[in-house]
């Protein structure tokens, strides 16, 4: 299987002297879904930042979609995040734009042609069920149904990797499932999906691999740490759960246009 994220001995120190990494190594496979737990101040947030090289790391070299991101310049950043799509827990909507031109400005940002929005924009907003919401405004919408916009504008442009940050803390613990089952379907169809989240609840409930992040090191990992025979139990300051191991890798294709789309990217 191929490696979508590779961290090498990667260490990360701030200014004020913080550890937010300590020598980590690790590796994400194309198609798998991995959630990351831990406390706060853990270094999960790191974790993301420096895979979207919103920080560079002190120590260490970062590969993420065959590209070296650890050394990259500033300005090809952007071509980086166009193979990433990004849920926040704060879903960081447009207030002013409907739910469709919330989702289309994702694609307008990149000079992806009118037509070609035309034809995108509601076939993921279908698949995100919210076909009957596209002329809506943010502020109609209800916590969940903002979650979903917000997913549908990471998905938009066909992302190679999905990082959900938190991405079920602001809605309630229903529509907290309905996202990560989406997460998942969408997952099955080849997408890399990472999920940062506090919910032991949903961890256990959903069966994929789970890394555990505490002061700045990685100290369990579902995919190294292999039992097929019992659950796995961690422990840390926020929860106590136990997650069934999960040692298959779906190999399933990447999410696929309709035929009724045309090659955007």
């Known amino acids: 299987m191929d490696k979508i994220i590779e961290f090498k001995n990667v260490s990360k120190t701030y200014p004020s002297g913080t550890h937010a990494l300590n020598n980590v190594s690790l590796s994400i496979d194309k198609g798998e879904f991995v959630f990351i737990v831990g406390a706060s101040g853990a270094g999960k947030s790191t974790f993301l930042k420096l895979i979207m090289h919103e920080e560079s790391p002190s120590r260490g070299t970062i590969n993420v979609n065959g590209i070296r991101v650890s050394t990259m310049k500033r300005r090809k950043v952007p071509?980086?995040?166009?193979?990433?799509?990004?849920?926040?827990?704060?879903?960081?909507?447009?207030?002013?734009?409907?739910?469709?031109?919330?989702?289309?400005?994702?694609?307008?940002?990149?000079?992806?042609?009118?037509?070609?929005?035309?034809?995108?924009?509601?076939?993921?907003?279908?698949?995100?069920?919210?076909?009957?919401?596209?002329?809506?405004?943010?502020?109609?919408?209800?916590?969940?149904?903002?979650?979903?916009?917000?997913?549908?504008?990471?998905?938009?442009?066909?992302?190679?990797?999905?990082?959900?940050?938190?991405?079920?803390?602001?809605?309630d613990p229903e529509m907290s499932f309905e996202i990560i089952e989406l997460l998942s379907q969408i997952n099955a169809q080849g997408t890399t999906i990472i999920v940062v989240t506090h919910e032991h609840d949903l961890v256990r409930h959903f069966n994929k691999r789970v890394m555990v992040i505490d002061k700045g090191k990685v100290v369990s990992d579902t995919k190294e740490n292999i039992d097929e025979t019992s659950p796995i139990e961690y422990t840390d300051e926020d929860f106590s759960f136990q997650a069934e191991l999960n040692t298959e890798t779906d190999e399933n294709s990447h999410i696929a246009n309709t035929d009724e789309e045309v090659d955007y990217q």
């Open 79 to 171: 071509y980086l995040r166009r193979n990433m799509g990004i849920v926040f827990q704060d879903f960081r909507l447009i207030n002013k734009m409907n739910v469709y031109d919330n989702v289309a400005f994702a694609m307008r940002a990149i000079g992806t042609r009118p037509s070609v929005v035309k034809k995108r924009v509601p076939y993921i907003l279908d698949l995100v069920g919210l076909t009957h919401k596209a002329k809506s405004f943010p502020s109609e919408l209800s916590g969940g149904e903002q979650q979903r916009v917000s997913l549908a504008r990471a998905l938009v442009n066909n992302p190679e990797i999905i990082i959900a940050d938190e991405p079920t803390g602001n809605i």
